[in-house]
Nanobody
Framework: QGQLVESGGGLVQSGGSLRLSCAVS????????IAWFRQAPGKEREGVSC????????RYGDSVKGRFTISRDNAKNTVHLQMNNLIPTDTAVYYC?????????????????????WGQGTQVTVSS
């Protein structure tokens, strides 16, 4: 069974930056799409960003466009989420998910049920 492990979360002041990482093992990352979703207390899980298997398609939720950047390093089996200009409403648990056997130039971000496996999450807290 494969595994996804998120890291890089923490406490940061408004305007600061964090870089989240998702270490992937036991899955064929070369033929998988990866997504980051987040969930704040009392709210539904929200799509933050995703990247296609070939890296050509990267999508972002409206609330993070222009501030967050997703990237993937298949050689290191890792996907990163660079988060800049953080604001308090970015506070949430961030999860990375993988959609296996999904090669090509598209990644879905509208529904977390399209992803097969998830990590345990990493907490991001932005203070004002």
């Amino acid at each position: 069974q494969g595994q996804l492990v998120e890291s890089g979360g923490g406490l940061v002041q408004s305007g600061g930056s964090l870089r989240l990482s998702c270490a992937v093992s036991g899955f064929d990352l070369d033929n998988s799409a990866i997504a980051w979703f987040r969930q704040a207390p009392g709210k539904e899980r929200e799509g933050v960003s995703c990247i296609s298997a070939n890296g050509f398609d990267a999508r972002y939720g409206d609330s993070v466009k222009g501030r967050f950047t997703i990237s993937r390093d298949n050689a290191k089996n890792t996907v990163h989420l660079q988060m800049n200009n953080l604001i308090p409403t970015d506070t949430a648990v961030y999860y990375c998910g993988i959609r296996t056997a999904y090669s090509g130039s598209y990644c879905p971000l509208n529904f977390d049920g399209l992803y097969d496996h998830w990590g345990q999450g990493t907490q991001v807290t932005v203070s004002s």
